[in-house]
């Protein structure tokens, strides 16, 4: 795995004296990157267009870091994504209105920035997000997925039940210690709150158009992610609607508290980041500083 670059942490309490937060609204295919955050070895990231696009445009000597709401790692796409920058309030007020529209003229096709305002008092794009979405889309047809949405779609090579899918995440809900579902971080809980974990059959959806018939669309929403998450649950929620497993299987993994060697965490392209939803504007902060908490069970906090 490659090591991540460390950099200066961001206030979180706002922006430092003479500075303006901006929040950034952004969608990506995450084909062509190696995930969200800057990398050691020079590898496309996110992160790294974003940042070098806004210091080419506003015409800085310097880059100025950003902050996002959720991490997605090499290949995971973003619709919904949030991040927010502190820039110099003299640039901002000059160069702020222009934003938007260089950064369309600079960025690469794979990545678009849909909005560029000035943040409200107490927001901070990771700690003030109260839950995010991603949604999972796979296709059991057996001929396979339509080629033009290979980069979107996992081809799952047996017929899913998605009842006994629907059944089985029902399990999951509500708050839980998901050590057996995530990669740990030292110094970082596993402790999240599922909020919705839902499946269903559709024939294309808005993102895709019309594909290939039996396209099964996973909604997973929670106040936060650990890593690998998300992918580690469609791993074994596949297990289940392939027939592989009971119904009763994630619940028992969950139990467990450790990896299961039967659950793989599955290819990453078929995962996007769909939206992430913030509390109303005078909750920004009070929120920013709940989550910075490290959460045990029952306390109600997310880590991030």
Not at 139 to 146: I, K, R, V
Not at 207 to 224: E, F, K, M, Q, S
């Amino acid at each position: 795995m490659t090591e991540c670059v460390e950099e200066r942490e961001p206030r979180r309490d706002g922006p430092a004296e003479g500075f303006v937060r901006v929040r950034l609204d952004l969608s990506y295919d995450g084909t062509g990157f190696s995930g969200w955050a800057k990398q050691k070895g020079g590898r496309r990231t996110v992160q790294g267009e974003l940042e070098e696009a806004i210091r080419v445009v506003l015409r800085q000597p310097e880059v100025f870091p950003l902050t996002v709401a959720g991490r997605t790692d090499a290949g995971v796409h973003a619709r919904g994504q949030v991040a927010h920058v502190d820039l110099p309030a003299g640039v901002w007020a000059a160069e702020g209105g222009k934003l938007r529209r260089r950064l369309a003229g600079k960025l690469p096709g794979d990545l678009r920035v849909w909005r560029a305002e000035q943040a409200p008092a107490g927001f901070e794009a990771r700690f003030s997000a109260i839950w995010r979405r991603y949604a999972y889309r796979i296709c059991d047809h057996p001929a396979g997925a339509d080629p033009l949405r290979r980069s979107h779609v996992l081809w799952h090579d047996r017929p899913l039940d998605v009842d006994a899918m629907n059944e089985a995440a029902a399990l999951l809900l509500g708050e839980h210690d998901f050590a057996a579902y995530c990669k740990k971080r030292e110094g970082a809980t596993t402790i999240r709150s599922l909020l919705d974990f839902r499946w269903e059959r559709q024939p294309g959806d808005a993102l895709l158009g019309p594909v290939l018939p039996g396209l099964v669309i996973g909604t997973v929403r929670a106040d936060a992610f650990c890593h690998n998450m998300v992918r580690a649950l469609v791993g074994s929620m596949l297990l289940v609607g392939g027939g592989l497993k009971p119904v009763s299987f994630p619940g028992e993994v969950l139990a467990g508290g450790v990896r299961h060697s039967a659950v793989n965490v599955v290819r990453p392209w078929g995962l996007t980041l769909e939206e992430v939803g913030y509390p109303a504007d005078a909750d920004l902060a009070a929120r920013s500083r709940a989550a910075r908490n490290l959460r045990v069970l029952g306390a109600g906090s997310a880590d991030g």
